[in-house]
């Protein structure tokens, strides 16, 4: 079965820097992508991976502070997160779906927090 697990997040003061990771088990996708929300907030795209091109694509917000990878080995995705500032502070999700181009991210993990202070 398909099965994404996030872990990595905590707290941590702004300007400083912290990893993400997610462990995809059950098959490969064609885009690997990670979201975050925060209290009061929808739902917001932050990274995205494709596969096999390996080309990526990040919000605005984020685009020179943040970089999303994969290790094809591990099946893990990442995603490493400088320069943090509070308003980076939420729940951050990792997703998946069949088609790099296209359609619904079927499948989630649970959310890990980042909480970025001071």
């Known amino acids: 079965q398909v099965q994404l697990v996030e872990s990595g997040g905590g707290l941590v003061q ?15 996708f064609g885009s690997y992508a990670w979201f975050r929300q925060a209290p009061g907030k929808e739902r917001e795209f932050v990274a995205v991976f494709r596969w096999p091109a390996g080309s990526t694509n990040y919000a605005d917000s984020v685009k020179g502070r943040f970089t999303i ?50």
């Not at 490493?80 to 980076?88: C, F, H, P, R, V």
């Open 69 to 118: 990878s994969r290790d094809n080995a591990k099946n893990m995705v990442y995603l490493q997160m400088n320069s943090l500032k509070i308003e980076d502070t939420a729940i951050y999700y990792c997703a998946a779906r069949p088609s790099p181009i296209s359609g619904s991210y079927n499948y989630w993990g649970q959310g890990t927090r980042v909480t970025v202070s001071s």
């Open 14 to 28: 702004a300007g400083g820097s912290l990893t993400l990771s997610c462990a995809v088990s059950g098959r490969t």
